[in-house]
Antibody, heavy 113, light 110 residues
Framework: QVLLVQSGAEVKEPGASVKISCSTS????????IHWVRQAPGQGLEWMAI????????SSAQSFQGRVTISMDTSTTTVYMELNSLRFEDTAIYYC???????WGQGTLVTVP | QSALTQPPSASGSPGQSVTISCTGT?????????VSWCQQHPGKAPKVIIY???KRPSGVPDRFSGSKSGNTASLTVSGLQADDEADYYC??????????FGSGTKVTVL
């Protein structure tokens, strides 16, 4: 079955970076784009970025451009999302999701005190 | 890219219907037949219930239906049940490999 398994919770100081992994299995990795989505406490969903695993092209929301880097390791079918220059407002649950949003990771809580 | 506009809340009694709107622009909702709807229960990851405006993934009851007119997409939940109480988000392609979510609607079953 399709599985997206994310790395564990992180606590980071303001100004630091965080890198979250999303390990995928159960489908042909290169055939489906991967989205990154976040949700601040009590707030709505916010689309961050997308990766095309066939070639590695990425695109990000304007509000994250310059701060977010999406990468992948095809040998382990793992996708990574790195967010730099963290601030308090980046405290959120970060999700990876398969194209079509029909499969989601369990979410990774990032806390910036 | 601003969030698509949804009403903050909607409600109905069991068995009734509720319709949620999702208003964007010609650059997102109105420009593409690529609107999805997600349902999110508290503490859970979202779940897609409508994709490509009107299509339902397997396992999603036909009580959920989607439509679009111009720059506004809509989700209708018919025959409301207690388990339909959740947050609902629309999600649209916005061109050039960009996407945008709606602001979210909390549905309450009275």
């Amino acid at each position: 079955q399709v599985l997206l398994v994310q790395s564990g919770a992180e606590v980071k100081e303001p100004g630091a970076s965080v890198k979250i992994s999303c390990s995928t299995s159960g489908y042909t990795f290169k055939n489906y784009y991967i989205h990154w989505v976040r949700q601040a406490p009590g707030q709505g969903l916010e689309w961050m970025a997308i990766l095309n695993p066939s070639g590695g092209d990425t695109s990000s929301a304007q509000s994250f451009q310059g701060r977010v880097t999406i990468s992948m390791d095809t040998s382990t079918t793992t996708v990574y999302m790195e967010l730099n220059s963290l601030r308090f407002e980046d405290t959120a649950i970060y999700y990876c999701a398969l194209a079509g949003l029909d499969y989601w990771g369990q979410g990774t809580l990032v806390t910036v005190p | 890219q601003s969030a698509l506009t949804q009403p903050p809340s909607a409600s109905g009694s069991p068995g009734q219907s509720v319709t949620i709107s999702c208003t964007g622009t010609g650059s997102d909702v109105g420009g593409y037949n690529s609107v999805s709807w997600c349902q999110q229960h508290p503490g859970k990851a979202p779940k897609v219930i409508i994709y490509q405006v009107t299509k339902r993934p397997s396992g999603v009851p036909d009580r959920f239906s989607g439509s679009k007119s111009g720059n506004t997409a809509s989700l209708t939940v018919s025959g409301l049940q207690a388990d339909d109480e959740a947050d609902y988000y629309c999600f649209s392609y916005a061109g050039k490999n960009n996407y945008v979510f709606g602001s979210g609607t909390k549905v309450t079953v009275l």
